[in-house]
């Protein structure tokens, strides 16, 4: 029996030796030491021998199977030794990666999340309104004459009971007073519409933010500061912002805004993007007859509104040319906001 | 407006002015500047000496012209409205005409051309009509911009109609700039005598339209082409010189702010009569076209016809002509809504009723017509009627207006002495009547009825001190979030996250015609809301929903050569069964692969699951989805989607048929929710689980049941059965064999793991075995199934 498990483990050995991976000596491991193993059948033929010669067969199998086992692991090590240095060997790591969607959010959608931020970190909160509006919201109670233009049916999109699409957002101004104590400090980003052919530098619906700041001792300079901070935000704190007179029927004074685009090459040039002002007290006061008290009186609380046309941000800031790109969602114009 | 630099000299010394200092100045008065204009170099006066016809084409004509040079220049040109000894602007080789147009010696259909002569509009002005002729007495070779001067084209707002003159803006640039006005500067006195009118002579029948009219008649005038300097006034601000008399009324207008007209008086029978039109009645007016009036337009009229639409445009009957003898030069003060209503319901606009629409100054009225009647006198000769016949009173001075220096100082949010606000009052011509402490109280002039309280006056000291001028105070307030805010963040949300697996996210307007209304197959299309007065076909309506906004951009980006197609959307819809609901959708669209790569180069094109995963993504909360019974032509199904039994949406796939209208390659899915719905179901409390501490034993079924019966049949069960073990399970296999080969047709094979734990203890092999058994009979029992 010690001979045979001599030439065993001769086998053994060779056949370990000749081993190139990690499967064959896990088979080898099994055809040796498993259930059904050689070394394993012969240890059952063990019961069979006599007491003279149990110690040193005994001896012998224990000294074979920790021969196999540690020629086994031995031979392990070299292999996984092997394969580890072969790892990174080959690879082209200029193959390209396996992609990943990479899609930004709408360039509206982008300009607008970052003025809403900005204006947030200033303390105003968003407010919303309806998009068809009587024509009280849009006009009366903004202090716009019964005969001001922008009612024209050539100008404004009607409906059959009278209403109409807002042509601005400052329709949430009233229904914001209407329903809530001064002070009241909204924003309110949303749709608007004019009845303008579509064409390069017009949308019959386009979209504005609005805002207000309405309570005691509002003045221009808080006008100013705020919309000088919504801007450098935006654009940027370098970049040149005026204020122009201008007129507005719901704000006196009211202002226009420009910055000062510099494109390389170009001659610098001041551009338009924004209107403002301080509330009309007629605003005020229409706003007080509907709500039946006077809690917005003209010489109690002053403020500020101002509305941004957000097509017209995001075609400034990326140098967009046409505007319609913004409501054709082209993927390939869409892809290089990502 | 165009304003011109050397009149406005007239009236202010500007020397020391830049035209760009003066575009800031005006700018920052409110006036904005639209363009700064000045005529090109290179552009000469030259006289046609000679005209023959071009060879090759029939429309242009070949002509030698004198540029004051020994020889005489060939030009080839266009128009047909010249004659030799006619002066005309030759723009030579080099010129640059606005921004598109060089001038080049050039050959015009093998003729040779050295310039180009030119029309008004070709060198910024507004008349376009054949070539300019310019003054017989221009001086050939004189450069045109030393003739014509600088113009500042003006925009002015609706609140100013005070700047729509040259007196109006020197006046408006002396208050900002201090300089004093110098020479005419005050039309509102007048020393011509005038006369309360016979009531055969004017007879006003509506008052309330025309507060004040007066005539004065000219006789004997010789109506002839206007005097070099008046031509190259009213031609350097755009305007067609037409008459001397015509003339002289627009350059009054110019001046002073006030619209007159002249007619012919030979043409008049009897007195004039101010009076409502007639309903129906036609009026042939100067400028050639016939207009259909309505009892609410004002007109002038003599004792048989209408002659004039009040305030915005003469008639042809009574236009001045070189025929003409008399003038009667009507000037008058219009209610400035009834012009408005006229000029818009007419679609006819005028400088004239330009003017009178925002409001003239009433107290120039007089004043106007005098130094009109100078002018004709001077240049037309004639005789003058001693008075002025007039009708009505010059409307009041405006009421006067309190300042509370106070009040101002906080709406500015500076301190600003009271000394300096009156000075700035001062300098637009106001005038102090009292002062007690802060408040003081001003008398308004004549040419500003826009200044009619507090605030109007708040605003010229804003204005006028320079808000540049005004610190700038950046405070930030608290202000508590509100339920807008919540809903803004909650869409923002999903938004970034559709957009993070890879959705485009589209913005379409919200306009959308009868015909695309029926690709909105998720939501309710049948009662969409009609806009009355439409700009275009293919926007009449307001959407229903988004997906047909969402069709038409996969249809262009199919056209472009996009096969993968991921988009979202979210805006306002409106419903339309009530006007006044409006509410904010959600919708997906996906079709076609996902993006093929080497390790991938040809993915399976999205399926329906592509898009119910998505769902279940985004909405995060457990949602159903059931065949609707609704059809709709351009859907090959609808499923609606719910959460706890609420529909908020539905999902779909497009008909094949319209699929393949837009070209498409692959079936198209798409999806639509009503956010504010979702936003409801939103809230969730999330509780922490302790993490298992003891192993999960898994035990699958694979079962037989008819193909129709819905996999939420079998998920229903297995969440009813009473069990502590059964911790969860997922469905992992789903055969199906159309052949019928390997499995009857009507048949589905489905595999459900299910997983088992007890979080006391480890679970005994027996222990599931019981359990699993009583999950199988269950199944059995309830469900038309077998096991495999």
Redesign the interface.
Same mark, same amino acid.
């Given at each position: 029996m010690v001979e045979e498990l001599e030439n065993i483990l001769k086998d053994a050995t060779l056949a370990i030796s000749n081993a190139c991976t990690i499967d064959e000596l896990d088979k080898l491991r099994l055809t040796f030491l498993g259930k059904k193993g050689i070394v394993t059948i012969i240890a059952a033929k063990m019961k069979d021998l006599g007491k003279e010669e149990k110690p040193a067969a005994g001896k012998a199998l224990n000294k074979t199977r920790t021969a196999i086992n540690d020629a086994l692991e031995v031979k392990v090590l070299n292999i996984q030794e092997e394969e580890d240095r072969k790892v990174g060997e080959n690879i082209d790591v200029t193959?390209?990666g396996?992609?990943?969607?990479?899609?930004? *959010?709408?360039p509206?959608?982008q300009i607008l999340?970052e003025a809403?931020n900005a204006l947030r970190?200033?303390?105003?909160?968003?407010?919303?309104g309806? +998009?068809?509006e009587t024509e009280w919201y849009c006009f009366d109670a903004l202090n716009t004459?019964?005969?001001h233009?922008a009612r024209?049916?050539s100008d404004t999109? @009607?409906?059959?009971?009278g *209403?109409l699409?807002r042509t601005h957002t400052s329709t949430v101004q009233i229904r914001t007073m209407q329903k809530n104590e001064p002070?009241v *400090?909204?924003i309110?980003?949303g749709?608007a @519409?004019r009845?303008? +052919?579509i064409d390069a530098t017009h949308?019959?619906?386009f979209?504005q933010l609005e805002g207000l700041y309405v309570d005691k001792?509002v003045?221009?300079?808080?006008l100013?500061?705020?919309l +000088? @901070?919504l801007l450098h935000s935006i654009f940027g704190k370098k970049t040149q912002i005026?204020?122009?007179?201008?007129?507005f029927p719901f704000t006196?004074?009211?202002?226009e805004i420009d910055i000062l685009l510099q494109v390389q090459g170009k001659q610098p040039k001041w551009i338009e993007i924004a209107g403002c002002g301080?509330v009309?007290?007629n605003v005020f006061i229409e706003v007080n007859k509907s709500r039946g008290d006077n809690n917005y009186s003209?010489d109690q609380v002053?403020g500020f509104a101002f509305g941004l046309g957000l097509e017209r941000l995001a075609m400034i800031r990326w140098g967009i040319s046409d505007i319609r790109l913004?409501? +054709?969602?082209?993927?390939?114009f869409?892809?290089q906001f990502a | 407006m165009k304003v011109s630099l050397d009149w406005l000299g007239e009236h202010i010394d500007l020397t020391s002015y830049s035209p760009e200092e003066l575009d800031h100045l005006l700018?920052?008065?409110?006036i904005?500047v639209e363009s700064i204009i000045t005529m090109p170099d290179k552009v000469i006066v030259a006289e046609i000496k000679n005209i023959k016809p071009h060879d090759n084409a029939d429309k242009l004509s070949v002509c030698m012209v004198d540029d004051g040079n020994k020889d005489l220049r060939q030009i080839v040109c266009g128009a047909k409205n010249f004659k030799i000894g006619d002066k005309v602007p030759l723009a030579l080789p080099g010129a640059k005409l606005g921004k598109e147009l060089s001038i080049t010696q050039s050959k015009l259909r093998g003729t040779e051309s050295h310039g180009m002569l030119c029309s008004q509009k070709e060198l910024g002005g507004e008349d376009d009509q054949g070539l300019w002729i310019l003054p017989t007495e221009s001086e050939i070779g004189e450069s045109l911009n030393t003739i014509y001067p600088t113009i500042f084209d003006l925009e002015i707002?609706?609140?100013?109609p005070d700047c729509l003159s040259h007196l109006g803006i020197a006046r408006e640039l002396s208050a900002l700039s201090g300089k004093n006005l110098k020479g005419n500067s005050d039309y509102a006195v007048s020393e011509t005598p005038h006369r309360i009118a016979d009531k055969s002579e004017i007879n006003n029948l509506d008052p309330k339209k025309c507060s004040f009219y007066t005539t004065r008649l000219i006789k004997n005038v010789k109506v002839s082409k206007s005097p070099c300097w008046l031509k190259t006034k009213i031609e350097s601000i755009g305007l067609r010189s037409i008459n001397n008399i015509v003339d002289i009324t627009n350059f009054v207008m110019m001046e002073m702010g006030q619209p007159l007209h002249a007619f012919d008086s030979n043409g008049l029978k009897g007195g004039i009569c101010v009076r409502p039109a007639k309903e129906g009645e036609k009026f042939a007016a100067l400028d050639d076209l016939n207009y259909d009036l309505s009892i609410d337009d004002l007109v002038i009229s003599d004792d048989m016809k209408a002659i004039a639409i009040a305030g915005i445009m003469g008639g042809a009957n009574t236009g001045i002509t070189e025929k003409s003898q008399d003038v009667l030069l009507e000037s008058a003060y219009f209610i400035p809504?009834s012009i !408005?209503?006229s000029s818009?319901r007419l679609g006819l606009s005028s400088d004239s009723s330009y003017r009178f629409e925002r409001g003239v100054d009433p107290s120039q009225v007089i004043g106007a017509s005098e130094l009109a009647t100078k002018l004709i006198l001077e240049l037309a000769g004639g005789r003058a009627e001693k008075e002025i016949v007039v009708f009505g009173e010059a409307a009041e001075v405006p009421p006067n207006v309190p300042l509370d220096a106070e009040k101002c100082r906080?709406?500015?949010?500076?301190h600003l002495k009271n000394q300096e606000m009156f000075a700035i009052l001062e300098k637009l011509k106001l005038k102090k009547i009292n002062e007690k402490d802060n408040i003081s109280e001003w008398e308004i002039p004549s040419f500003r009825s826009d200044l009619t !309280?507090p605030?109007?006056l708040?605003?010229e000291i804003?204005?006028a001190y320079g808000?540049?001028n005004?610190?700038?105070?950046?405070?930030?307030?608290?202000?508590?979030?509100?339920e807008?805010?919540h809903? &803004?963040d909650f869409i923002?949300a999903k938004?970034?996250e559709l957009?993070?697996?890879?959705?485009?996210?589209?913005?379409?307007?919200?306009?959308t015609s009868e015909l695309k209304i029926v690709d909105c197959v998720c939501t309710d299309n049948c009662n969409a809301?009609?806009?009355?007065?439409?700009?275009?076909d293919d926007?009449t309506h307001?959407r229903p929903g988004l997906i047909a906004s969402l069709l038409d951009?996969s249809e262009?980006?199919l056209h472009?050569g996009?096969e993968r197609l !991921?988009?979202f959307e979210t805006?306002?819809v &409106?419903p339309g069964k009530e006007?006044?609901e409006?509410a904010q959708h959600l919708a997906i669209l996906v079709s076609g692969p996902d993006?093929n790569?080497?390790?991938?180069p040809s993915p399976e094109p999205a399926g329906f699951f592509t898009l119910k995963g998505v769902l279940e993504r985004i909405i995060n909360r457990p949602i159903e989805l059931s065949l609707a019974d609704q059809k709709e032509a351009n859907a090959a199904f609808i499923a609606n989607i719910t959460i706890n039994n609420k529909a908020i949406g539905c999902a779909a796939q497009i008909a094949p048929s319209r699929a393949r209208q837009i070209d498409a390659r692959h079936p198209i899915f798409v999806a639509e929710i009503n956010l504010n719905l979702v936003f409801e179901e939103s809230s969730r409390q999330i509780i922490y689980q302790d993490l298992p501490k003891y192993p999960a034993v898994r035990r699958d079924i694979a079962m037989e049941l008819p193909y129709s019966l819905p996999n939420i049949e079998i998920e229903k069960v297995l969440r009813e059965i009473d069990s502590n073990l059964l911790e969860s399970f997922k469905l992992f296999d789903l055969f199906y064999d159309e052949t019928g080969n390997q499995m009857n047709e009507n048949k589905k094979s489905i595999a459900y793991s299910l997983t088992y734990r007890n979080h006391e203890r480890t679970l005994k092999s027996a222990e599931v075995d019981t359990e699993h058994e009583k999950v199988l009979s269950k199944l059995k029992t309830k469900l038309p199934i077998e096991f495999r």
């Open positions: 193959l390209p396996t992609p990943l969607p990479r899609v930004g *959010r709408h509206i959608s999340s809403i970190r200033m303390g105003f909160s968003l407010a919303s309806p +998009e068809i004459p019964a005969d233009p024209n049916e999109f @009607y409906f059959a009971d *209403r699409l002070p *400090r909204i309110s980003p749709a @519409y009845r303008d +052919e949308l019959s619906q979209n001792n003045s221009l300079a808080d100013k500061g705020t +000088e @901070y005026r204020f122009r007179p201008h007129f006196e004074p009211s202002f301080m009309d007290p003209p002053s913004l409501i +054709e969602n082209d993927t390939r869409l892809h | 700018t920052f008065a409110g904005e707002t609706p609140n100013r809504s !408005r209503k818009r906080e709406l500015l949010g500076h !309280r605030a109007d708040h605003e804003a204005r808000i540049d005004i610190p700038s105070r950046q405070a930030g307030w608290f202000s508590k979030s509100s807008a805010d809903f &803004f923002e938004a970034n957009s993070s697996i890879g959705f485009y996210e589209a913005r379409t307007i919200k306009l809301i009609a806009i009355k007065n439409p700009l275009s926007l307001m951009i262009r980006n472009q996009a !991921r988009f805006g306002t &409106f006007i006044t409006e993006q790569s080497w390790l991938d």
